[in-house]
C-alpha cells in the first residue's frame, strides 16, 4: 500500500469494533505488499541475541480499587511517552515502510487504538514474522527508551510520588494537577529527543485485567491487560462500582456462580477483593 492507502485502512481499523476486526500485529502487516522470511530472521535473531541480549524492564498494573475523585483523592495524572518514543523511531529507523506506517499511524486523531498501533508496531520490530523485522534497530530503540523512563520514574517517587501504572509508554499517579505539570517540567528538562505529554484523568477505577479510566470531557475509556473468560463479569462489576453501588456488584458475582459457568472459587475471590475495595474507599471518604 501506498501512504494514503495506509492512512485510509488505518482510519476504518480504528473505526471498527474491536470484536469485528484483525489482531493489532496481523493488521500492521497487511499494510506491507513485502512478506517476512521467517527462517531467515529467526536465526538472525538468536544469533543477534547471544551477543546482545535485551535489558531487563518491568510493567506495572494498576492494584484493585478506586482511584481519583470518586474516592475522594487527587486525580489520576498520567505521563505520555508516545510522542517522545515516536520521535525516537524517526530517529533511529532507517526502514522506509516502517517510518511510513508509523506516519500512518500518526496522522489519526489521538486515541487508544492510535497508540496501540504504535506499540504494536514497535513491538513488531523483534518479532522474526513480520516484514517490519529488525532487532537491532528494536534493541536500540528499547535502550534509549528504558533510560528516558529511569529518569521520569526518578524524578516522580523522588518528590514523593507513589507509581501506580507502569506501561510500555506512560507513568500513572496521583497529583494534584498543578503538582503534575511542575513534575512534567522537570522531567522535561532531563530528556534529550522529545517531551512527555500530560493527561489528568478525574477518575480511574480498576478490577483485575480492567481498568476505565474517566477522561476530562466526561467519557470512560477501558482498557485491559490480555483477555480472560471473566473479562464481561469483571466490565460489569466496574460499571457498577463508578456508581459505588456494591450490591448491584455482588449481584452479578452472585447470578456468575449460580449459572455454574464459572469457577466458584475465582468468583468467591472477586467478592473479597470487593469488600476491600468498599473498606478502603469508606476510610478515605471518612479521613
Request: hydrophobic share 30%; with cysteine.
Given at each position: 500500500m501506498?501512504?494514503?492507502?495506509?492512512?485510509?485502512?488505518?482510519?476504518?481499523?480504528?473505526?471498527?469494533?474491536?470484536?469485528d476486526?484483525?489482531?493489532?500485529?496481523?493488521?500492521?502487516?497487511?499494510?506491507?505488499?513485502?512478506?517476512?522470511?521467517?527462517?531467515?530472521?529467526?536465526?538472525?535473531?538468536?544469533?543477534?541475541?547471544?551477543e546482545?541480549?535485551?535489558?531487563?524492564?518491568?510493567?506495572?498494573?494498576?492494584?484493585?480499587?478506586?482511584?481519583?475523585?470518586?474516592?475522594?483523592?487527587?486525580?489520576?495524572?498520567?505521563?505520555?511517552?508516545?510522542?517522545f518514543?515516536?520521535?525516537?523511531?524517526?530517529?533511529?529507523?532507517?526502514?522506509?515502510?516502517?517510518?511510513?506506517?508509523?506516519?500512518?499511524i500518526?496522522?489519526?486523531?489521538?486515541?487508544?487504538?492510535?497508540?496501540?498501533?504504535?506499540?504494536?508496531?514497535?513491538?513488531?520490530?523483534?518479532?522474526?514474522?513480520?516484514?517490519?523485522?529488525?532487532?537491532?534497530?528494536?534493541?536500540?530503540?528499547?535502550?534509549?527508551?528504558?533510560?528516558?523512563?529511569s529518569?521520569?520514574?526518578?524524578?516522580?517517587?523522588?518528590?514523593?510520588?507513589?507509581?501506580?501504572?507502569?506501561t510500555?509508554d506512560?507513568?500513572g499517579?496521583?497529583?494534584?494537577?498543578?503538582?503534575?505539570?511542575?513534575?512534567?517540567?522537570?522531567?522535561?528538562?532531563?530528556?534529550?529527543?522529545?517531551?512527555?505529554?500530560?493527561?489528568?484523568?478525574?477518575?480511574?477505577?480498576?478490577?483485575?485485567?480492567i481498568?476505565?479510566?474517566?477522561?476530562?470531557?466526561?467519557?470512560w475509556?477501558?482498557?485491559?491487560?490480555?483477555?480472560?473468560?471473566?473479562d464481561?463479569?469483571?466490565?460489569?462489576?466496574?460499571d457498577?462500582?463508578?456508581?459505588?453501588?456494591?450490591?448491584?456488584?455482588?449481584?452479578?458475582?452472585?447470578?456468575?456462580?449460580?449459572?455454574?459457568?464459572?469457577?466458584?472459587?475465582?468468583?468467591?475471590?472477586?467478592?473479597?477483593?470487593?469488600?476491600?475495595?468498599?473498606?478502603?474507599?469508606?476510610?478515605?471518604?471518612?479521613?
Open positions: 501506498n501512504f494514503e492507502e495506509k492512512k485510509q485502512a488505518i482510519k476504518e481499523y480504528i473505526n471498527t469494533p474491536e470484536e476486526r484483525d489482531g493489532y500485529v496481523r493488521f500492521l502487516c497487511s499494510l506491507e505488499e513485502e512478506k517476512a522470511d521467517t527462517i531467515t530472521n529467526s536465526k538472525h535473531k538468536e544469533e543477534y541475541l547471544e546482545n541480549p535485551f535489558p531487563e524492564y518491568n510493567l506495572k498494573w494498576l492494584e484493585h480499587g478506586i482511584y481519583g475523585e470518586l474516592a475522594g483523592q487527587n486525580p489520576y495524572q498520567e505521563l505520555d511517552f508516545e510522542k518514543s515516536y520521535n525516537i523511531m524517526k530517529e533511529l529507523v532507517d526502514d522506509e515502510p516502517t517510518l511510513e506506517t508509523m506516519k500512518a500518526m496522522s489519526q486523531p489521538k486515541s487508544y487504538d492510535r497508540k496501540r498501533l504504535r506499540v504494536y508496531l514497535f513491538e513488531s520490530m523483534k518479532k522474526a514474522r513480520t516484514p517490519y523485522f529488525n532487532v537491532e534497530k528494536y534493541r536500540e530503540i528499547l535502550v534509549q527508551m528504558l533510560e528516558a523512563k529518569v521520569a520514574e526518578e524524578v516522580i517517587e523522588d518528590e514523593g510520588y507513589t507509581v501506580l501504572t507502569k510500555f506512560s507513568f499517579f496521583l497529583a494534584e494537577t498543578g503538582e503534575a505539570r511542575e513534575l512534567q517540567a522537570k522531567i522535561n528538562e532531563k530528556l534529550e529527543y522529545s517531551k512527555l505529554d500530560l493527561e489528568t484523568m478525574p477518575s480511574v477505577i480498576s478490577f483485575y485485567n481498568a476505565d479510566f474517566l477522561h476530562e470531557d466526561g467519557d475509556g477501558r482498557v485491559k491487560t490480555g483477555g480472560t473468560d471473566y464481561e463479569i469483571k466490565g460489569r462489576i466496574i457498577q462500582l463508578k456508581e459505588k453501588d456494591f450490591d448491584s456488584a455482588r449481584e452479578i458475582i452472585i447470578e456468575a456462580i449460580q449459572s455454574g459457568d464459572y469457577n466458584r472459587d475465582k468468583l468467591t475471590e472477586y467478592n473479597g477483593v470487593l469488600n476491600q475495595i468498599k473498606s478502603e474507599l469508606n476510610q478515605t471518604t471518612l479521613g
